[in-house]
């Protein structure tokens, strides 16, 4: 998993897009790329308080991105949920960025 997620941090720039639908990491390289979406967290979604620039993942388009590391590095579907969580974690810490200018 670590070659896979070097592989990921080489190759895969992430960028942050804006919409009227919300907010968007876009992870792009030569051969492919994957997509998640942010929508701002509404009052209603948490019982805690929201600050101002809180986004939440409603939906994410990884499938090119998975077909071309199974390709690569022959990965299974045991291995999905693992690229997945990487991608997640990724994106928030690139909208976080974003917001806090890396605080």
Do not use: C
Not at 20 to 31: D, I, T
């Amino acid at each position: 998993m670590d070659e896979i997620k070097k592989f990921l941090m080489e190759k895969f720039i992430p960028t942050v897009e804006e919409d009227k639908n919300g907010m968007k990491v876009v992870f792009r390289a030569e051969m492919t790329e994957g997509t998640i979406w942010f929508e701002r967290a509404k009052r209603g979604w948490s019982r805690k308080p929201i600050s101002t620039n809180t986004y939440i993942i409603v939906d994410a388009d990884m499938v090119h991105l998975l077909d071309l590391l199974n390709k690569y590095f022959n990965l299974t579907e045991d291995h999905y949920n693992d690229v997945r969580k990487f991608f997640i974690n990724m994106g928030m810490d690139v909208i976080d960025e974003y917001f806090n200018g890396g605080e």
